[in-house]
């Protein structure tokens, strides 16, 4: 391959775009972030980074607690309308015409309508330059058992998610395989090793599985 090289720029890509939301039940927000992620497994660690110009900032520091509230197909607009308007002058759940739930260990409520909330309280922080990374502890993950099946399991192919690459929001797309699919001496002796297995003709040989990715914990250890 004949490269290119450009100067240092976050151009990580796809991120998940997340409605993050901070407050309390009276005086809540809603803010959307596509700086997030997982920090660490055990125990269950994740972060946000958040402007300081942000209205959401001054509330993050007051409470030290927020709830990650994942962005279907169907609140792309309002996720979207959330990170170009400010709770300084927006009610955002009113004017989104979406509901407040009460979350289970922390004060600030999540969003009805997503399926998965996850419960936050920051452990720490950071001041990074632009944005302050605000470290949090999990405490506790809410699921709507419309996407939970028998066995537990979060079906993430049905809750529609949706990504963020540089200003660009995507539809999730197929699924492809497991974690550890390629290590399996049963792949391996089907379709070889490496890129030459991910070839387009065994991908659609492959029996595809119906989706489901992890159950509650994942259930893979990272
Ligand atoms: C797709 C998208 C991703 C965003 N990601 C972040 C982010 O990671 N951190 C941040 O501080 N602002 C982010 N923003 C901008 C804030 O959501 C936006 O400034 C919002 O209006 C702040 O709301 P607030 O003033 O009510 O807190 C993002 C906006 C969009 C549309």
Not at 23 to 36: E, K
Not at 99 to 120: D, F, M, R, T, W
Request: hydrophobic letters at 40%.
């Amino acid at each position: 391959m004949s490269k290119i090289t450009l100067k240092g720029a976050n151009l990580l890509a796809p991120l998940p775009v997340v409605m993050v939301t901070v407050g309390d039940m009276v005086q809540s927000n809603i803010i959307t972030v596509a700086w997030t992620g997982i920090v660490c497994s055990v125990p269950p660690r994740v972060y946000i980074s958040v402007r300081e110009d942000r209205y959401s900032h001054a509330l993050l520091d007051k409470t030290g607690e927020f709830v990650i509230n994942f962005t279907t197909e169907s609140l792309l607009a309002a996720c979207d309308w959330c990170g170009v308007r400010s709770g300084r002058d927006h009610d955002k759940f009113a004017e989104m015409k979406l509901n407040k739930g009460k979350a289970q260990k922390v004060s600030v409520p999540l969003i009805e309508e997503s399926p998965i909330n996850i419960e936050c309280r920051v452990f720490d922080k950071l001041s990074l330059g632009s944005h302050t990374m605000f470290l949090a502890d999990v405490l506790a993950v809410d699921v709507d058992e419309s996407v939970v099946d028998g066995d537990g399991a979060i079906d993430y192919a049905k809750c529609r998610l949706v990504d963020y690459m540089h200003g660009e929001y995507y539809a999730q797309g197929r699924h492809l395989g497991r974690f550890g699919f390629a290590a399996q001496k049963k792949y391996i002796a089907r379709y070889g090793k490496g890129k030459d297995a991910m070839s387009s003709s065994s991908l659609t040989r492959r029996k595809r599985s119906a989706g489901r990715t992890g159950n509650i914990s994942d259930g893979v250890k990272k």
